[in-house]
């Protein structure tokens, strides 16, 4: 502002300068012009009064060295010149001023010398003898004027702009002052120049719409940011060149860094995952992508799709839940398939083999009713197998008998105890329930199996006269407790955190005999329906010991 000032003065400052010189030079040149030309009248008329009253025109010249006298006869030729040789001098009878003279008694002219930047001014007056006395006198001509006074001029103008630069400093300062003072959270309050009213009035107006827009804006902000921060997914925007713009906190756990640190970055310098990057360039070429990967020993699924505008890529948005535990389930689903199907292809070609022996007639009538014998055995395990699997699948999809009432764990350990134990006697095994009644709310048939399968397994993996103890206890605050011990061939320390696992045996010799797979899962899905807590404690060749903790 201040060089704007200082320019727009100067330049006028100076464009007045040239004026004033052209115009002062074009008064000077016209002034002095015409006195010259009056002290020539002047001059001639005199001169010519002193010849009539009889003096020398050498004495006269003499006494006007300033000007050049000159005495031409009527025919031109040239009779005196006070700075030439007369003889040597052309006629002058062409000359205007003596033309004018001779015809009309006085005359004049002006040409311009030979000198650079002067003029000659002539004047004639034709005498009583008809000759004709020339006075002439010099004159600046307008470019010798201009020569003349280009250093004043030129002094005039670096003075005036040096002036205009004080003068535009000073101007600059008591301008800008007020409108540094300007308060422009409240441009209405200010006390400034009047032509800056409509401008303040319209930044009045213009912050209160940027006001709105703000708190717009911000409650706009803020309900996004509740949302997202309380989303389960990740999930990051990206601008067209693959940087992070925002991330929520699930983003923020999934990356291991604070928003701060995220935020401005390249997404694949913060994480490499191929996954990842391969879903981030295919949205960046216009294109939605899904990726599965796997990241810190957990598994996500990543939606990326591409942020459009006029069919030009403005940036990416990825989503990316967390996988992990419909993985598991699916895995656990192939799992679960692929036992079951093994499980139930085993007794089914069991029983498809002794009906083809029987049906072919190759074994005799001794053996026909042995083998109707396996084959009952094999479709009772068939049967047991297939109840197992329908019972777990109804604890899979929360499908709870609606029979909860309140149930006393011993009265179903005796009963238990009771349908086990001939084969307890049968394997020299003996069965002990213990403490007091442990009432609790919950499914009657769903305890009664969580009970049965402990004590089945506790009697099954015994050893010939070993022990299972049904211990019941009851604390003060109304929790309960079921511990079911054993003295029979304990588990592997490997082995014991699959347990719980479908399908898993961990004596495999003992796979024979009839059993599942399936009843401690069973036990573990009880247990979880009721609120209690399972836990194993098991030692090879002493014994496991297996127990169940209902809530208050």
């Known amino acids: 502002m201040r060089s704007k000032i200082w320019r727009s003065m100067a330049l006028t400052a100076v464009l007045a300068v040239l004026l004033f010189a052209i115009l002062a030079m074009a008064l000077l ?12 009248d002047h001059e001639v008329n005199m001169i010519a009064a002193a010849m009539e009253g009889g003096a020398e025109l050498s004495a006269l010249a003499a006494t006007h060295p300033d000007g050049r006298m000159t005495l031409v006869a009527p025919d031109g030729g040239v009779l005196f010149d006070s700075d030439a040789e007369a003889g040597e001098m052309e006629n002058h009878l062409e000359r205007p001023e003596i033309q004018q003279a ?32 020339r006075v002439s006198g010099t004159q600046k001509n307008v470019l010798g004027m201009v020569l003349q006074l280009i250093p004043a001029f030129a002094a005039l103008i670096v003075l005036t702009i040096v002036i205009s630069a004080l003068a535009s400093r000073q101007a600059t300062r008591r301008i800008v002052a007020p409108v540094n003072a300007l308060d422009l959270d409240h441009p209405l309050d200010n006390d400034v120049y009047e032509e800056l009213s409509p401008l303040l009035k319209r930044m009045h107006e213009q912050r209160q719409r940027i006001d709105e827009t703000m708190t717009a804006l911000t409650a706009q902000r803020n309900e996004f940011a509740a949302v997202t921060s309380n989303m389960a997914e990740a999930l ?67 939606v990326a799709s591409p942020v459009l505008d006029d069919g030009r890529v403005g940036g990416v948005v990825m989503l990316i839940p967390d996988i992990t535990d419909r993985f598991l389930a699916e895995k656990a689903r192939r799992e679960f398939t692929a036992n079951v199907s093994h499980e139930l292809k085993t007794p089914l070609t069991s029983i498809l083999g002794y009906a083809e022996i029987m049906q072919n007639g190759v074994a005799g009538e001794d053996k026909l009713r042995q083998f109707a014998g396996l084959i009952h055995a094999e479709a009772t395990r068939l049967i047991r197998l297939v109840e197992d699997i329908l019972k ?13 009432r309140r149930v006393s764990l011993k009265g179903l350990c005796e009963e238990a105890a009771a349908r086990l134990e001939p084969e307890a006697a049968r394997r020299g095994v003996s069965i002990r329930v213990e403490g007091g009644e442990c009432a609790l709310e919950g499914s009657p048939s769903m305890l009664s199996e969580l009970v049965y399968n402990l004590l089945d397994n506790a009697v099954k993996y015994n050893r010939e006269g070993g022990f299972v103890t049904a211990s019941l206890e009851e604390s003060e605050d109304g929790a309960r407790a079921l511990t079911v011990s054993d ?21 495999r010799s003992r796979s024979s005999e009839g059993g599942t797979g399936l009843g401690l899962s069973i036990v573990k899905h009880v247990a979880l329906a009721h609120g209690a807590k399972v836990s194993l404690q098991s030692e090879v060749g002493r014994g496991t010991s297996i127990r169940v903790e209902f809530p208050a």
């Open 392 to 404: 777990l699948s109804r604890l899979d999809e929360n499908r709870l008998p609606g029979d909860r």
């Open 236 to 302: 990051l925007l990206l601008n067209a060149r693959g940087e992070v713009l925002f991330v929520n906190r699930a983003a923020e756990r999934l990356m291991g860094l604070p928003r701060a640190a995220c935020e401005g970055k390249y997404l694949l310098a913060l994480n490499r995952n191929f996954q990842l990057s391969e879903a981030m360039e295919t949205a960046l070429r216009g294109a939605n992508a899904e990726q599965e990967m796997e990241i810190n020993d957990r598994h996500y699924r990543c």
């Open 29 to 40: 040149y016209g002034f002095f012009t015409s006195r010259t030309e009056r002290e020539l």
């Open 102 to 133: 001779l015809a009309e008694g006085a005359g004049g002219s002006t040409r311009q010398s030979d000198t650079l930047g002067e003029m000659t001014i002539y004047r004639a007056i034709r005498l009583e003898d008809g000759s004709v006395l």
């Open 487 to 507: 003295t029979g061939v304990g588990i592997d320390p490997a082995d014991q955190e699959h347990v719980f696992e479908r399908f898993f045996r961990g004596d």
